[in-house]
């Protein structure tokens, strides 16, 4: 298959070079390179377009976006009837999450994946981080999570949340899941990775019993931190250490780990977690919608990787780095400090990301086919020197046109491949299954 006409953003050496030209896609790999001088009567003139060639018509091609801290299960949570205080972030969690949470079953699982990934990849969204939480649903939850995401050519790295919040029957098959799944139903498109929920809702017996499969299996862990004040102030109540103490203690803190929201952090913490090498994912909305406080971003050391999610407030990571970029700027950074945040968060991602997926793609030649088309023509020049203004106030402002993953056309000029009919009527069929239940719950 072949992209026309688009600017290519290739990777080299921590920059992006954008060069004009067609791309050639053989065997899932870019194979060739056509650069050809930017000629406005040819590029925005009607030219053929078969089924194998998208015509970029003079947008840009960046590597797909990647959401490094999802919900799945929490897609079909749309106008629900909520009983109960919503005022801090423990009502929260208690009204809404761990009500719905509970409630899942299968095929409820299956729909909120689907429309997860439907809207993925509307995003440009091709590989993703899901911390999953279905707790009287938990044995083969990970197992439909991956089904749907290889039905729908998007790849992922999948986790069960573990936690001692519903006793410890229930504490017990979360950990059973992460593991049955680690070791039987990972391969090269599905990785996983240890899920936890958060220092505050997991005993000292659970985060033994994580730390013990993790170590034997040098696997990363992925876990909520320090999002609110309670999960500091509950585990130092009950456990005498802040949380990450405790993950340290038990030796969860390595390179492969993630930990979303890190808000509520000491110098100390900071310290603690640049020696271990695990990353920070941001996730503004949410911090925002819940109202648990920001990170003062100037104090996070660049020593730690940063990286952008959306903590199942949408699908739309690209979104979220526009909102950090912005909150650095209202905490008073410098617009060159704000900008190095956003390239700092770029390029972290892929170091990242590598981790899991060593093939992850730099548009480079023979590199993966991976790559995704945005709705953005660049109305400047545009080169190494200025990509990035393009980027936090062109490309980060627009949708996604087209996406490509391993070769093969997930969306062509904003129409998903797939036939969606199908998937439309199972999330709304199990959407209002899961409201009337919701609803009747008390
Ligand atoms: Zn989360």
Request: with cysteine; aromatic share 10%.
């Amino acid at each position: 298959m072949k992209i026309t006409n688009c600017w290519i953003c290739r990777i080299k050496n921590n920059t992006i070079e954008p060069v004009f030209g067609d791309i050639n896609i053989s065997d899932g790999r870019i194979s060739d390179v056509e650069e050809k001088p930017f000629d406005s009567t040819k590029v925005f003139g009607d030219s053929p377009e078969d089924k194998n060639t998208i015509n970029a018509g003079g947008r840009v091609v960046t590597i797909p976006n990647i959401n490094f801290h999802d919900h799945f299960y929490s897609r079909l949570a749309k106008g629900l009837t909520i009983k109960g205080k919503m005022d801090n972030f423990h009502n929260i969690l208690k009204n809404l999450w761990w009500k719905l949470d509970i409630l899942l079953d299968k095929e409820m699982i299956r729909a909120s994946a689907q429309m997860a990934a439907l809207e993925s990849i509307r995003n440009g969204v091709t590989y993703i981080f899901d911390h999953h939480s279905s707790p009287e649903s938990a044995s083969g939850s990970l197992k439909i999570i991956s089904d749907v995401l290889n039905e729908m050519g998007l790849r992922g790295v999948l986790c069960f949340e573990t936690t001692d919040r519903n006793g410890k029957a229930l504490a017990k098959e979360g950990l059973q899941e992460n593991e049955i799944f680690l070791q039987n139903y990972t391969d090269k498109n599905i990785k996983g990775i240890y899920g936890l929920h958060a220092s505050f809702t997991l005993n000292d017996e659970s985060l033994q019993s994580a730390a013990a499969f993790v170590s034997k299996h040098n696997l990363g862990i992925h876990i909520h931190l320090c999002e609110d004040k309670v999960d500091r102030d509950f585990s130092l109540k009950q456990y005498n250490k802040l949380p990450v103490e405790r993950l340290q203690h038990f030796g969860l803190l390595n390179e492969k780990s993630i930990l979303a929201h890190g808000i509520h952090l000491t110098e100390n913490d900071f310290r603690t977690i640049e020696k271990t090498g695990s990353a920070f994912v941001y996730n503004p909305d949410s911090n925002l919608n819940n109202a648990v406080g920001l990170p003062d971003f100037s104090h996070v050391p660049d020593s730690i990787p940063k990286l952008a999610g959306t903590d199942g407030m949408n699908s739309n990571p690209a979104r979220s780095l526009k909102q950090l970029f912005l909150l650095c700027r209202h905490e008073g950074m410098s617009f060159d400090q704000a900008f190095n945040w956003v390239i700092k968060i770029f390029f972290d991602q892929i170091n990242f990301v590598k981790k899991y997926f060593p093939d992850f793609t730099s548009l480079n030649l023979n590199d993966r086919a991976d790559l995704v088309v945005w709705d953005y023509i660049p109305p400047a020049p545009f080169t190494q020197e200025n990509f990035w203004g393009h980027y936090i106030y062109g490309i980060l402002e627009r949708p996604i046109h087209s996406v490509v993953q391993n070769g093969k056309i997930l969306m062509k000029n904003f129409h998903i491949s797939l036939d969606e009919t199908e998937y439309n009527s199972n999330i709304n069929e199990q959407g209002k299954r899961l409201y009337e239940k919701f609803n009747s719950s008390s």
